[in-house]
């Protein structure tokens, strides 16, 4: 199974497997090997029993709590994931990664300030984590915390990071300064590159938002009328 495992053969080893879910006595090693398995094959609930059943054998490990911690993550199950993730952070506590899983699920309960010291925690630990430093950036903006942000993106940018969501910061980041004339453009240019439906919504509901800051009533409702299509309730307010 560790074998086949190693080789990518995930269904095999859920298949090698199988006999062990019925025996009297649990099995934590093939536990996690089926937990590793399932999650390979994004099958989350399914990883989380195995797992569940391996802590129950007495499996106490590092990668038991980490797998499970993603897995909670993948299921938005934030404050199980978080738990976890303060299992492993006390077994590896130099693990920028597990700081910046953590603080992703902080951030989606709206701890931003737990997630705010978390991501800077996984920057001290590891300063070249350009994901850390968008995801920073992120949780500044929700805090309309706007002194370093555009520092933390130009970093981000700086060790190659390349994303819309990078993008659209900027871009937002840009009308909360009350730029509108900077800002249009930024996102006008997402609403062409991107092909994700919220994305695109979210965008032209800010190129609605700078016409109407500059006046111009008539552009700002047609922007309006494209967000709102894509299902924005604000827009259609």
């Known amino acids: 199974a560790h074998e086949l495992y190693d080789e990518g053969e995930y269904k095999e080893v859920l298949k ?21 398995s399932h999650h390979k094959r994004e099958e989350f609930i399914d990883a989380i029993e195995h797992y569940d059943r391996a802590e129950k054998s007495g499996v106490k490990s590092f990668e038991l709590y980490f797998h499970r911690a993603r897995a909670y993550n993948s299921v938005e199950e934030w404050k199980k994931a978080s738990k976890d993730m303060d299992k492993a952070i ?14 992703f699920a902080e951030s989606e309960l709206n701890h931003l300030t737990n997630a705010l010291e978390d991501y800077s925690k996984a920057i001290e630990l590891d300063p070249e984590y ?20 555009m520092a933390d993106i130009d970093k981000a940018s700086d060790l190659g990071l390349e994303s819309e969501y990078l993008e659209f910061t ?67 307010e």
């Open 16 to 36: 090698l497997l199988k006999p062990a879910e019925n025996l009297t006595q649990i099995n934590g090693e093939a536990e996690m090997l089926l937990g590793d």
């Open 90 to 103: 006390d077994m590896q506590p130099d693990n920028a990664e597990l700081y910046f899983f953590r603080a």
């Open 130 to 149: 350009k994901e850390a430093y968008y995801n920073r950036a992120a949780t500044k903006m929700e805090l309309e915390d706007y002194e370093t942000l």
């Open 170 to 236: 900027v871009a937002q980041y840009t009308y909360e300064q009350e730029k509108y004339e900077e800002a249009l453009p930024l996102f006008i240019a997402i609403i062409e590159n991107t092909d994700d439906k919220p994305t695109k919504g979210m965008a032209n509901y800010y190129v609605a938002e700078c016409y109407y800051n500059l006046g111009d009533i008539d552009e700002s409702c047609q922007y309006f009328y494209k967000a709102a299509k894509f299902g924005d309730l604000d827009a259609q």
